[in-house]
């Protein structure tokens, strides 16, 4: 029987990767790039091996991307094939908003094309969105999968004020899914895709991060409570409305800002490899 009649393709897979430059020791690319967008990178590094480190990657599928600074219509993102883990601030690919490649690193690995659709989109639309972080865990793609969508059960949760929803399409490699996307996601910090996962957006790494944690960590309590076979307690709308208000960053402060150089730290003392 041959390899068609087998359904096999007539090359193996694990042949055709082994002739390709499937490496992750790279040389810095700090020497390449401006002071801000390495600054930009280092931290886009950061934000992925927080990702890994709170478990909230999924192997080497997301995407988290940032714009790049003094340089209108580029973004940094992964090379699709590096866990989380794996990401140092030389190993991210720039690429337009058209999805050519500016800049990347000597090696076959390329940006992920749902990463390309869905980030692009997001970045030409909202300027303000220097970072976009996507994840599909557990508790976020349950809560995708519910028709009441995120509940303000906690105060973790009243923080998103405004939601948006889109519903799936299939994989998001369609171009033409991007006008729903942006419209869906409007001017929120927090995107729920339908039967896929969570979005967040900030006007920095840090606040970007500290909107997926907080995100997650209310889709993770809402399964819970609803798993927990008791009635639910929700507070009144006026109360809902007045914690939201006191989380608004500019009411108090910028969300994650204060926690951000502890996160860095905390990196630091597990392994500050993301910073080569």
Avoid at 48 to 63: K, T
Wanted: glycine fraction near 6%; charge should be negative.
């Amino acid at each position: 029987m041959t390899k068609h009649e087998r359904g096999l393709t007539p090359e193996d897979p694990m042949a055709v990767l082994k002739t390709k430059n499937y490496t992750t020791d790279i040389p810095s690319m700090r020497d390449k790039v401006s002071e801000a967008e390495w600054d930009a990178r280092v931290n886009l590094a950061a934000a992925y091996r927080l990702v890994a480190m709170w478990g909230m990657d999924e192997m080497i599928a997301n995407h988290i991307s940032v714009a790049v600074p003094g340089e209108e219509g580029t973004f940094l993102i992964n090379p699709y094939g590096y866990f989380y883990e794996e990401i140092t601030a030389s190993s991210l690919i720039k690429i337009d908003l058209d999805g050519n490649v500016i800049l990347k690193p000597d090696f076959d690995y390329e940006p992920n094309r749902a990463g390309f659709v869905i980030h692009s989109a997001i970045h030409r639309a909202r300027p303000d969105a220097f970072c976009v972080i996507h994840t599909h865990t557990p508790a976020g793609m349950a809560v995708s999968t519910m028709d009441c969508g995120l509940l303000p059960l906690t105060q973790t949760a009243m923080r998103f004020a405004k939601i948006g929803y889109h519903d799936y399409q299939s994989v998001a490699v369609d171009l033409a899914e991007q006008e729903s996307i942006v419209a869906d996601l409007g001017d929120a910090d927090l995107l729920i895709l339908r039967n896929h996962g969570l979005l967040v957006v900030g006007p920095s790494v840090a606040q970007a991060f500290s909107n997926i944690y907080r995100a997650e960590l209310a889709c993770r309590t809402q399964v819970m409570a609803m798993s927990a076979n008791t009635a639910i307690s929700t507070p009144p709308q006026e109360i809902i409305d007045k914690t939201n208000h006191l989380y608004r960053p500019e009411v108090r402060r910028p969300f994650g800002v204060l926690e951000w150089p502890a996160l860095l730290r905390k990196l630091d003392r597990h392994d500050p490899s993301y910073r080569d």
